[in-house]
């Protein structure tokens, strides 16, 4: 009889196990191929993402080229179509498009290009150059207060342009009669450790000038501040940066 029941048990346990092999067995297969098309598909996005980027920075340099040939036109549409794409050129294209206006002397179109590029980009050392060429761009047409609302943030020592955004508070503070004012932003900026030379000349020849009371100068100074942070290319090293270190702008990763 003993032996009856445990030949009826282990067929019971023989049972159970093949109805769970039955169950288990197509929900792991199911969890593999689950588990291999997550990947399949990260990599095939990662793939997409790397296929765009190549075609997006093919297309920045083919309007470079075009602006380089003098073609501006051309070139303006190219940055355009680009920017409109979004993606990790679109704050450089937005950029280049303000770098046209500015040369056709279309300030305010400029600065409202430059403004896009800032708000298009995560990174501080785009967006702040960005910002910073757009007060530029602005500085001989909007109020004092417009102008020092754009600069400020950008002036607080952790920000990466802080140095120049001092100095253009400096410039268009000076410009609208805050001579005082002007001197004290221009000697703090000749007297701090992180000043690159190039900027420490300026202001100090600038207090000069004011302490003269001659402004004869002055002209050419601001002009050599308005171009002290040109953008670097993408690829290529940049000029002198406010820190005194090299800083070489790259296109953002995709998002």
Known sequence: MVDVFSEVDEQLRAERLRSFMQLAVPAFIAALVLSVLAVAGVQGWQM???????????????????????????????????????????????????????????????????????????????????????????????????????????????????????????????????????????????????????ARQRAQAIVALIDSGTGAGLKKLTEDAKTAAPLPLPGQAGPQPPQGAPIQVQPEAAQ
Request: a neutral charge; aromatic letters at 6%; glycine letters at 4%.
């Open 48 to 198: 997409y993402q790397a296929s765009q980027s190549a075609k997006a920075a093919q297309a920045y340099q083919a309007a470079l080229d075009a602006e380089t040939r003098g073609e501006d036109a051309k070139a303006f549409q190219q940055f355009d179509d680009l920017a409109k794409h979004g993606g990790p050129y679109q704050a450089l294209a937005l950029m280049q498009q303000g770098g046209i206006r500015m040369d056709q002397n279309k300030a305010a179109d400029a600065a409202a290009l430059f403004d896009k590029a800032a708000s298009a980009s995560k990174s501080p050392l785009i967006s702040d150059i960005a910002a910073l060429k757009s007060a530029y761009a602005a500085m001989d047409s909007a109020p004092l207060a417009q102008i020092e609302a754009k600069l400020t943030p950008l002036a607080v020592p952790a920000r990466p342009y802080h140095v120049q955004a001092r100095e253009a508070l400096a410039l268009v503070r000076l410009a609208n009669g805050q001579a005082a004012k002007a001197k004290s932003d221009l000697v703090a900026i000749a007297n701090a450790l992180d000043t690159p030379d190039s």
